[in-house]
């Protein structure tokens, strides 16, 4: 039953989507023991102008 | 105060969410006593390459 | 693969939050047309010291 | 390590957000006591078919 | 309607959240004029065990 | 600045989220060319009561 949403700002090509799905996919499965047919992840972009840190959004950096 | 959110694949049309948002808040107020107008209820679409199960994500199957 | 989250204040019994999980998917299934099986819920349950409206925390009204 | 995020409705202008993310990180440092550096602010779009209060989505009032 | 969710690691005081709730809408209230009485705030405490940078937990450094 | 969430049923042992937050961030690193320290891992835990699938929660089965 693991659900892993990873929230990243939009750039990455699909062949890295798809990677970044089997791949967190795979490190859940070894350290939790769940099967991977449980495992469910979620890819959520970020636009730069929707994120920030200290503040300052990406998109005025 | 209840907020639900919703995630699920893009494809409904907009009668479905209509529904959809009518009737889960129903389904809340039914079950906790919460006054209709405290529900919140909140859907976010997901695209087929930005989901997966099994690490294969939808747009890959 | 819909994911339904449900955030409400703590103190629901037992009994409301099984019903609450059955009648929600209910709602899903029947407005999605999604399989009951592929229907997830998850309850987050909110101490009224980390939940306000307006400013004013539910502790503290 | 503060993650925010705001979920709100569509239709701010980019100076509004600018200085959300700005605002909003200010309030947090200052009750906090976190570094600025440390804090995130997420802004989440939602449509007006995508969100409703008392079973009714603001796009269909 | 905005509705913010702020996660931070455990260990403010009851005193800090309340600040927190009330600044944190008064931040959004001033920047996207909603009523204050339509933002709601959810604080979501993170164990340091629950919480990691760079691969590393909060309870691990 | 990809930030992971993983929501998973409690039960995994101090050793095995310390190892989760590891694995999963070198899968992000190494598919999104993220620098490690700009990767935050957040772990969930979900109660048996507080999680169903198909309707029925997984204290129920």
Chains 1, 2, 3, 4, 5, 6 share one sequence.
Do not use: C, W, Y
């Not at 795979?26 to 636009?47: F, H, L, Q, R």
């Amino acid at each position: 039953m693991p659900i892993v949403t990873v929230k990243l700002l939009e750039g990455r090509s699909d062949d890295q989507k798809r990677q970044l799905v089997e791949k967190v996919t795979d490190a859940v499965v070894e350290t939790t023991n769940a099967s991977p047919e449980k495992v469910s992840v979620i890819i959520e972009e970020m636009s730069p102008s929707h994120f920030g840190t200290g503040g300052k959004r990406v998109s005025d950096s």
